[in-house]
């Protein structure tokens, strides 16, 4: 079974800078798929942003991009530009290509952002 | 576009009481998922649907059955509430790599 690990349960930045939340997972399959989620005080889960494995180019989407280590089995997202309503929780996941589509989690990690 | 849409929002339980928790999704997807979250932690499959007319177990299937109504809709049911199952229900759907979430159901069973 696949693991999915975030090792900071709580991570703060101050308005207009950087920050990068940490993620790595366990498994022995070649062919997968990492994602972002973001849970607002609000519960709703949104996507941040998505890695296929087979794609060695780490994925971008405006302000927030990953840093994919395939070997290291790492995924961390970089959040740049921080803004007050980035704050919210923050959900590593894992998808196998194979099984149905089904998610495997992290932990969390909760951002706060700074003024 | 309502996207996927669960009722209640919130419920409060007495031990041992039965409840279906509702989940709707308007984008015409096979596939659809319960979840639940506990706090601090992130959220765990309890049954997922594949396409109408298949349901399989997830991670933590104990306690609860599902029904795939149709392709639109997928029920959860706790047949006899335990303090063990209060949490947050999340209901997903997904065609091809994102999963959509609905709003959640905060359930306490006291």
């Known amino acids: 079974a696949q693991t999915v690990t975030q090792s900071q349960p709580e991570m703060s930045v101050q308005e207009a800078e950087t920050v990068t939340l940490s993620c790595t997972y366990d498994?022995?399959?070649?062919?997968?798929?990492l994602f972002w989620y973001k849970q607002p005080p609000s519960r709703q889960m949104i996507l941040v942003i998505r890695?296929?494995?087979?794609?060695?180019q780490n994925a971008t989407e405006n302000r927030f991009s990953v840093n994919f280590q395939k070997a290291a089995k790492s995924f961390s997202l970089k959040i740049s530009d921080s803004q007050l309503g980035d704050a919210a929780m923050y959900f590593c996941?894992?998808?196998?290509?194979?099984?149905?589509?089904?998610?495997?989690f992290g932990g969390g990690t909760r951002l706060m952002v700074k003024p | 576009n309502a996207g996927v849409t669960q009722t209640p929002k919130f419920q409060v339980l007495k031990t041992g009481q039965s409840m279906t928790l509702q989940c709707a999704q308007d984008?015409?997807?096979?596939?659809m998922y319960w979840y639940r979250q506990d706090p601090g932690m992130g959220l765990r499959l309890i049954y997922y649907?594949?396409?109408?007319?298949?349901?399989d177990k997830g991670e933590v299937p104990n306690g609860y059955n599902v029904s795939r109504l149709n392709k639109r809709e997928f029920s959860l049911r706790l047949e006899s509430a335990a303090p063990s199952q209060t949490s947050v229900y999340f209901c997903?759907?997904?065609?091809?790599?994102?999963?959509?979430f609905g709003p959640g159901t905060r359930l306490t069973v006291t």
């Open positions: 997903a759907s997904s065609e091809m790599y994102e999963q959509y």
């Open positions: 649907s594949a396409s109408e007319g298949t349901t």
């Open positions: 996941a894992y998808r196998s290509a194979d099984a149905g589509n089904m998610l495997t």
């Open positions: 498994t022995s399959e070649s062919d997968y798929y």
């Open positions: 984008m015409n997807h096979n596939s």
């Open positions: 890695q296929e494995a087979y794609k060695q």
